[in-house]
């Protein structure tokens, strides 16, 4: 399996950026996906899940309300639209998955592949 991110980059305090979550040859549809951050300093987390059929769930109190991830299978690609954006967003972020397993899962332990990640920048 291969994980491709896109999308990030450097915004202001308030922005908006949206990132995407590709697998070449293979397909998201079966499987819920996860979106994971990891901060400056920080531990990797899982912020953002969504299972095959388009059940979502953030989960950091810091995210809900501003993050929504949602999916188009036809274009095998999972997005995470990300408003009102703090300089704490400031991360690599990266999806994950599961191959096969449709409900989404919160351990970032429980993922089997992992794209590179791609840079969010929150700063004025």
């Known amino acids: 399996w291969q994980l491709v991110e896109s999308g990030g980059g450097s915004v202001q305090p308030g922005g908006s950026l949206r990132l995407s979550c590709t697998a070449p040859g293979f397909t998201l549809g079966n499987s819920a996906v996860g979106w994971l951050r990891q901060g400056p300093g920080k531990e990797r987390e899982v912020i953002s899940c969504?299972?095959?059929?388009?059940?979502?769930?953030n989960l950091p109190d810091s995210v809900k309300g501003r993050f929504t991830v949602s999916r188009d299978n036809a274009k095998n690609t999972v997005y995470l639209q990300m408003n009102s954006l703090k300089p704490e967003d400031t991360a690599i972020y990266y999806c994950?998955?599961?191959?096969?397993?449709?409900?989404?899962?919160?351990?970032?332990?429980?993922?089997?592949?992992w794209g590179q990640g791609t840079q969010v920048t929150v700063s004025s």
């Open positions: 994950a998955v599961r191959p096969g397993i449709r409900v989404c899962v919160f351990n970032l332990m429980e993922y089997d592949y």
């Open positions: 969504i299972s095959s059929t388009g059940d979502s769930t």
